[in-house]
């Protein structure tokens, strides 16, 4: 069994950044494929990006390209979202997931953390 | 960009109804195909992969069909649970992933 715990509900200001952190339990971090997924207030889910766990590649939705970086700290098998130049579309529920061995599926997923972009 | 378009958006049904929700992606993705529930205030949770695949704890009334463009989700009997957003994604270019719009199985 897997379990991944984010962080805390953030507020931030407008410009500024945020880092939100994953904490996986359960089996070997390394062998993990993360993904960072996010979800507006009433909208559809969408993508950010991807972190190999193991090696720390990275691939970027380019939507968020330039914006936001991952990373991760295989000895606290914990992954890290940060995304900066904050507005307030980026006011979302953000979730880490990780991806199902041989597949491409999401099948377990953090419990979400509330940012919310406000002055 | 591969994009997927769900239909139908909103769909009311009833408890014992046989439900079916579609997806189209904008290019062929084979059967890289995924398919979620999710309920307010809640992750998302999957239900189907590799387009046909059920996931492990999943009840066997959920099903997935489809290849190439055209896929289907279909709910045999709904329960009183299965009332929620339905979402599906494709990873045929993983690692870049792609959601649905969402389709909303409302009660009638």
């Known amino acids: 069994q897997v379990h991944l715990v984010q962080s805390g509900a953030e507020v931030n200001k407008p410009g500024a950044s945020v880092r939100v952190s994953c904490k996986a339990s359960?089996?070997?971090?390394?062998?993990?494929?993360l993904h960072w997924v996010r979800q507006a207030p009433g909208q559809r889910l969408e993508w950010l990006g991807w972190i190999n766990a193991g090696n720390g590649n990275t691939r970027y939705s380019q939507k968020f390209q330039g914006r936001v970086t991952l990373t991760r700290d295989t000895s606290a098998t914990t992954a890290y979202m940060e995304l900066s130049s904050l507005r307030s579309e980026d006011t979302a529920v953000y979730y880490c997931a990780r991806v199902l061995e041989g597949s491409g599926a999401l099948d377990y997923w953090g419990q979400g953390t509330l940012v919310t972009v406000t002055s | 960009a591969i994009q997927l378009t769900q239909s139908p958006s909103t769909l009311s049904a009833s408890v014992g109804d046989r439900v079916t929700i579609t997806c189209r992606a904008s290019q062929g993705i084979s059967s890289a195909l995924a398919w979620y529930q999710q309920t307010p205030g809640k992750a998302p949770r999957l239900l189907i992969y590799?387009?046909?695949s059920l996931e492990s704890g999943v009840p066997s009334r959920f099903s997935g069909s489809g290849s190439g463009t055209d896929f289907t989700l279909t709910i045999r009997s709904l329960q009183p649970e299965d009332f929620a957003t339905y979402y599906c994604?494709?990873?045929?270019?993983?690692?870049?992933?792609?959601f649905g719009g969402g389709t909303k199985v409302e009660i009638k």
């Open positions: 359960g089996n070997i971090f390394s062998s993990f494929g």
């Open positions: 994604q494709q990873f045929n270019t993983y690692p870049l992933l792609t």
């Open positions: 590799d387009a046909s």
